[in-house]
């Protein structure tokens, strides 16, 4: 009986992600008065043990198999359903994130057991028994909906970012659990990585302008460009524009795109349909420049300039360089 | 090459997604439909793949008679077969609709041949269950990596690119495989003319499923507390430039 927090980790390193599952783990476990137990795949992240524990993880199951070197969908997901089979916990929780939900889709689908992802709250009065109740995120999080996993071992993945991470240390124990792998689950693996090349990225990046549809073509986000240098920024964009072919998929900001949270977000012809606003909606402040008062992004922004972009953001651009003596 | 790919007819809202009186659907009164980007996507890519391999591609839905609509759009854009598995109103969890899906590719394949790539978008639009694709895969006994970012095929080898925190991720899966794609892996065609004409052509088959219902089951769905923003407005036009440097500056963005 207990709580069972998957750790993800990438070869040896854990996430942020997995740092709020030990905590939301912690408080289901202590409300159903059980205890707190981890997970971790592969040998290369035993030492992940001492961070479940400084989180409250009480016992960190280890799954070992030569070929858990690097991460496998089906291969973690099998591992996992072991683990679940030989521990028997009440619920089991796994990150939000891209790899956490397959991990648990993974598992799930071996257990023959229902998952919910990205839940973002759990029943307060829930003790073990029955249903699981919980909130989870659907449409990128434009939508809510309240759910229950009815089943003996309750599967689900926390939305990521909802609940901060703390610590609350107790004294650790590891078990050991050797997975047998058979050979079709040892086909996806990722055989090869081309390393990221350092920099700000959309996700992290403190400012972002972005622009829309009102652009109107690839060359028209030179001055967009501009902006977003001046500012020490990049530039962000919707789906009318990677439809478009105006830019690449990677600069696109939404359900399908990017969640970003900068300090600034300038959205310059952009209506501010929900799909696209999930992906902004965690900007501290947000900026629009729109034709259309009326833009939904307007009245949802904290702050608009009604005009034309192609007059706006050149003005904005050469107000920064008077102001700096350039 | 023999591709099916699975799709899901969801309602394209536009500023707010209202919901029913009783909490049980979105209101799609005065909306239009679509599939998710990411299943456009994987549609564009199986007719990438079928028009450099050769081969056939085969879209799948199980949803309400009037998600014919969803496989018309595939069709016209390449797509040169489509199945439809009937369920009345509502949604199926996402158990009992992978549990439909691999049984009515079962089905299809026993009667022709085996499909080398089965694809999935890597989550649906709405329901954002992040699984049916796997547990369809795991059910048809196939590899599946989802998040895919990239997709080629060499001999009976299907080639995932996928990003990653560190990077890009390469997975190598034997066919016949599964995979969930994800939007940015290509630009989706428009329809043509013809491809319009050419999909009314098309005889949709009706494949009935039965599945029993999983453990996941819906309560209701409810908004998310919205934004409620006092919108400050800077300006009008060029003239704004000055207040919105000075707002720049007030963020401590512009130094
Ligand atoms: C399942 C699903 C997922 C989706 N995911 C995403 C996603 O991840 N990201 C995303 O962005 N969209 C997404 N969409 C699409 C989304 O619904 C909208 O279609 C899209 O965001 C619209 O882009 P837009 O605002 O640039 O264009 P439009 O809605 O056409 O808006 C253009 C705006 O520009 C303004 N404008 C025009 N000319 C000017 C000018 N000269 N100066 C100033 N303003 C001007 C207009 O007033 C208008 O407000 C998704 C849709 C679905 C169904
Ligand atoms: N009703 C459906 N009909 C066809 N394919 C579906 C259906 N529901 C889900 N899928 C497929 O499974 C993927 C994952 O769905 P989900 O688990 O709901 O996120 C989708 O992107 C579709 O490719």
Known sequence: MSVLAVIEHDRGTITSASLGVLTAGRSLAKQMGTQLEAVTIGANADALSAVAAAHGATVTHQAHHAALVDFGPEAWGESLAQVIRATNPQVVIGTGTERGHEIIAQAAARLDLPAAMNCTEFDESFTGAGALRVVRTRWGGSLMEQAEVDAPIKLVTLANHVVEPSESPVAGSTTTHDVTLDASVLHSFVVDRVERVAGVTLATSPVVVSGGRGVGSAEAFAPLEELAGLLGGVVGCSRAVTNNGWRNHTDQVGQTGTRIAPDIYIACGISGAIQHWVGAMASKNILAINTDKEANIVTKAGYAVIGDLHKVVPAISAEIRRRRGQ | ?255
């Open chain 2, 1 to 255: 090459m023999n591709i099916c790919v699975c799709v899901k007819r969801v309602p394209a809202p536009g500023a707010r997604i209202n919901i029913t009186d009783d909490g049980q659907a979105v209101d799609t009164a005065f909306l239009g439909f679509t599939v998710s980007p990411h299943e456009e996507c994987a549609v564009e890519q199986a007719v990438q793949l079928v028009e450099k391999h050769g081969g056939e591609v085969t879209v799948l839905t199980l949803g309400p008679a009037e998600a014919e609509e969803q496989l018309r759009t595939a069709l016209s854009v390449g797509a040169t077969k489509a199945v439809l598995v009937p369920i009345a109103e509502g949604d199926w969890d996402p158990q009992r609709t992978a549990d439909a899906i691999a049984s009515v590719i079962g089905e299809i394949e026993s009667a022709s041949q085996p499909f080398d790539l089965v694809l999935f978008g890597n989550e649906s639009a709405d329901s954002c269950g992040y699984q049916v694709g796997i547990r369809a895969a795991l059910k048809l006994g196939r590899p599946i990596v989802n998040g895919a970012k990239g997709l080629d095929v060499e001999g009976t080898t299907a080639i995932v690119r996928r990003e990653s925190d560190a990077g890009q991720d390469i997975y190598k899966l034997p066919m016949p495989a599964a995979v969930g794609v994800k939007e940015g892996i290509n630009l989706p065609r428009y329809p043509t003319m013809k491809g319009r004409l050419a999909s009314k052509k098309v005889e949709v088959q009706r494949k009935e499923s039965s599945a029993n219902a999983g453990g996941l089951k819906m309560v209701t769905l409810q908004r998310p507390p919205e934004r409620v923003s006092n919108t400050q407005i800077l300006g009008t036009g060029p003239e704004a430039a000055a207040a919105v440097v000075d707002l720049l500056e007030e963020l401590g963005v512009f130094k």
